[in-house]
């Protein structure tokens, strides 16, 4: 192989963040930035990990995947890579990615995703490094690629024609170095087969006793061929049951976020039709919305506790148990009442999935979540939308209960966590910093809060919050600002880590309700009084000079 070793100088700010780098798509097309920071990947990571080992290569299908597959094919080569599996196209799902690192016993994958970010020329793009056990690297990995961003002199590039993804095959360059492109969704229809009974499931949906229809919108992100081979071929569903399932590079211009916001013409659908079930994913398919009959909502935070609470309902953890439940320390205190009921560990860590991998690899932890709609289990180290999407048939099929049976169920069980959170998006960064600066007075100083009334609310407690891995003891500080009432209702605000411009302000309401007739409010009146407060205390008006949230979930 001819390898070329091509000068550069460092770019500033290519810090991955709660999930990769994101950046607009025209910061990746800077001469040398992809490169740059793919070499500063390898040079964290190859030497003692990857060298002449097993890379994935996958990305959403959204523009610029195909042109920096190839980029990172090449460079792979140069870094003496043993192996790349890729996908067909260069499209994988981020699960998929997850599941095909385990099942290869691959060494590392490259996510080329800026998740529910738009897409397209003017849209956003990122990459994410994952780490062999098939999650997001921990922060201990992508500080060093940070570093290594730092220092860069030069990247490595081996002169090779780009490789044809349009089908499987295997493609060798001699000298060790070979590229396996794999059809995109075989794999992972293994994994969900492994986990879930299909032919029972088939059976559900296809019984016109059940009155069962539903409705999957990939909003054109990657999730369309998965789905409809899941959904349509194996669980015999209409063709029609999943919309927009065509990845697009653009995403149709859409915003692929399954919220109510952005999943507005599937919630629309679901209001005007019979259909019994609803879904939407996000661009890489690793968030779920979850709607029942006429768009009835339910909260991703409801939706993991009602997954747990249901378990025995799921093939898979059935057969091996439940090991331990965990959340984001944002996500609702729902899925805390389950484990304290079924008296399994519980945990609760930092934004971002990567904080939940050390736990299942320590067979700790088996059903997770955050309220960002993500929903997952160690069958993998990502979360995934379809698989949640099949617990809900399978919670469905075993209880032949409607989605909304089954939330009012859980509710009269274990009382009801209402959540929502507001976004402020592209808020001015020192705006933002000023308003973190004026509510840290409160966690230097609880005394100014703790033991004063809002409405019905008592602050027990102020904090911002740290979390120790209980596995590796590796500590993350200033995770969040919450204050706790004596109710166990919070209030949480922080900064996200996702953007690509500007800050973004989150603030994030939890209240609970045990009494049964206030069990099926709407959520933003039973959270009014909570939300209010949340603002006043924050003084978020005054200090950003935003009024209204950008979006409400
Ligand atoms: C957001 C969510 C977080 C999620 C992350 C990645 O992060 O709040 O819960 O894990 O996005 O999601 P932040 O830092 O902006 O709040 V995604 O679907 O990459 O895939
Ligand atoms: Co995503």
């Not at 097309?29 to 964290?44: I, K, L, S």
């Not at 916001?261 to 679901?270: F, G, I, N, Q, R």
Request: proline share 5%; with cysteine; hydrophobic share 40%.
């Amino acid at each position: 192989l001819k390898i070329n070793r091509v000068t550069t100088h460092p770019f500033d700010g290519q810090k991955p963040g709660t999930s990769g780098l994101r950046k607009r798509v025209t910061v990746f097309q800077q001469p040398g930035y992809t490169e740059n920071f793919v070499q500063a990947t390898f040079d964290a990571v190859t030497l003692n990990v990857l060298r002449g080992k097993k890379l994935v290569i996958g990305g959403d299908g959204r523009f610029l995947v195909p042109e920096v597959v190839q980029i990172i094919i090449k460079m792979a080569a140069a870094n003496e890579i043993g192996r790349v599996i890729v996908g067909t196209n260069g499209i994988l799902s981020t699960p998929a990615v997850s599941n095909l690192v385990r099942a290869r016993k691959a060494q590392g994958a490259i996510i080329l995703t800026a998740s529910h970010n738009p897409g397209g020329p003017e849209g956003d793009f990122g990459i994410k490094y994952n780490v062999e056990n098939g999650g997001p690297a921990p922060e201990g990995v992508t500080n060093l690629i940070y570093e290594c961003s730092k220092k860069i002199q030069s990247y490595s590039i081996a002169d090779i024609p780009n490789v044809d993804l349009s089908k499987p095959a295997e493609h060798s360059f001699g000298s060790g170095f070979a590229v396996e492109v794999v059809d995109s969704v075989d794999e992972y229809v293994t994994c969900m087969k492994s986990l879930f009974d299909f032919a029972a499931l088939r059976a559900y949906c296809s019984d016109p006793a059940n009155k069962f229809s539903m409705l999957v919108d990939c909003m054109h992100g990657v999730t369309g061929p998965y789905a409809t081979r899941i959904f349509v071929n194996e669980l015999g569903n209409a063709s029609n049951s999943v919309m927009n399932n065509i990845p697009l590079p653009d995403f149709g211009g859409g915003h692929p976020d399954p919220n109510l916001t952005y999943a507005a013409a599937l919630v629309e659908k679901m209001k005007n039709s019979e259909h019994t079930f609803g879904a939407a994913s996000d661009g890489d398919g690793d968030r779920n919305m979850i709607l029942g009959k006429k768009g009835f909502f339910v909260t991703p935070s409801d939706s993991v506790a009602v997954i747990a609470a249901n378990f025995a309902h799921i093939p898979y953890f059935k057969q091996s148990g439940l090991k331990g439940l965990a959340r984001s320390m944002p996500t609702s205190a729902a899925l805390d009442r389950v484990a304290a009921k079924l008296n399994v560990e519980f945990f609760e860590v930092p934004t971002g999935w990567k904080f939940f991998g050390n736990l299942m690899d320590a067979s700790r932890l088996s059903i997770c979540g955050e309220e960002s709609f993500g929903t997952g289990s160690d069958h993998i180290r990502e979360k995934d939308g379809i698989w949640a999407m099949l617990c809900w048939l399978s919670i469905m099929a075993a209880t032949n209960s409607s989605v909304e049976d089954v939330l009012i169920k859980h509710w009269t069980t274990f009382g009801r966590n209402y959540f929502s959170r507001y976004d402020y998006e592209e808020v001015d960064s020192d705006k933002a910093n000023s308003m973190v600066a004026h509510l840290q007075q409160f966690v230097a100083n609880p005394a100014l809060l703790v033991g004063k009334q809002f409405g019905r609310f008592t602050v027990a407690s102020v904090d911002d919050f740290a979390y120790t891995d209980p596995v590796d003891h590796s500590v993350s500080l200033h995770q969040g600002i919450r204050i706790i009432f004596a109710d166990g209702s919070r209030i949480i605000y922080r900064l996200s880590g996702t953007g690509s411009s500007g800050a973004t302000i989150r603030v994030y309401i939890d209240s609970f309700e045990t009494d049964s007739a206030k069990l099926t409010m709407d959520a933003q009146v039973a959270l009014k009084p909570l939300i209010e407060t949340a603002l006043e205390l924050s003084k978020l008006t005054e200090f950003t000079g935003r009024k209204e949230p950008t979006v409400i979930t």
